[in-house]
Nanobody
Framework: QVQLVESGGGSVQAGGSLRLSCVAS????????MGWFRQAPGEEREGVAS???????TFYADSVKGRFTISQDNANTVSLQMASLKSEDTAMYYC????????????????WGQGTQVTVSS
């Protein structure tokens, strides 16, 4: 099964940017639909963005449209470029993979990374 490792989290001031990366243990191109999710303390896990296995389709939560961009950097890596960050973006961010065709439904994703923390201060 594919293993996922996230990186790139950190602390940033509101209005700043961060780039999260997710490296898979095997090629994801043409095989896995990839997604980024986030979970703040006391909140449910929320779908942020996802990208189809060949990078042709992307989905975004309304809360991040126009600010976040998901991309396939290479056969093993998916990134999430985050700009104009807000305090409400503070959460643990998780990378996930599924062989299914999906959108932003967490229950469709089979494989998950350990997460990377993003903290935005106002």
């Amino acid at each position: 099964q594919v293993q996922l490792v996230e990186s790139g989290g950190g602390s940033v001031q509101a209005g700043g940017s961060l780039r999260l990366s997710c490296v898979a243990s095997e090629s994801i191109y043409g095989r896995y639909w990839m997604g980024w999710f986030r979970q703040a303390p006391g909140e449910e896990r929320e779908g942020v963005a996802s990208i189809s296995s060949r990078g042709r389709l992307t989905f975004y939560a309304d809360s991040v449209k126009g600010r976040f961009t998901i991309s396939q950097d290479n056969a093993n890596t998916v990134s999430l470029q985050m700009a104009s960050l807000k305090s409400e973006d503070t959460a643990m961010y998780y990378c996930a993979a599924t062989p299914r065709t999906t959108g932003l439904r967490a229950s469709d994703f089979n494989f998950w990374g350990q997460g990377t923390q993003v903290t935005v201060s106002s």
